[in-house]
């Protein structure tokens, strides 16, 4: 609802990593904000995946954690902690 009330459409959600690549390959988004903490597989991971081919959409990553606890982004353009997420916050990564 946040990112929705700033502009931004949202065209889908997934609770977990399978379904997050899943929704990558059959929604085709233009951005995606992902969780760094999934049930299953952890964000990182699912961004590079996502990013392994070089193409895709851009990934944003967020958490409740620090981001020097998470070393690297797995392919993702940015990290924005979970108590600064904002549109605005957003976009100056994209």
Known sequence: M???SEGYSVVGEAEDGQSALA???D?????VLL???L????G???ASRITANGSG???VLTSSRALED?????????FVPKSELSGEALEALL
């Open 35 to 37: 969780d760094v903490q």
């Open 70 to 78: 998470l070393g690297s982004l797995g392919g993702a353009r940015g």
């Open 39 to 42: 049930p299953d597989i952890d």
């Open 44 to 46: 990182i991971e699912v």
């Open 57 to 59: 959409p851009a990934i």
């Open 2 to 4: 946040l990112l929705e």
């Open 27 to 31: 929604l085709r988004p233009d951005v």
């Open 23 to 25: 929704a990558v390959r």
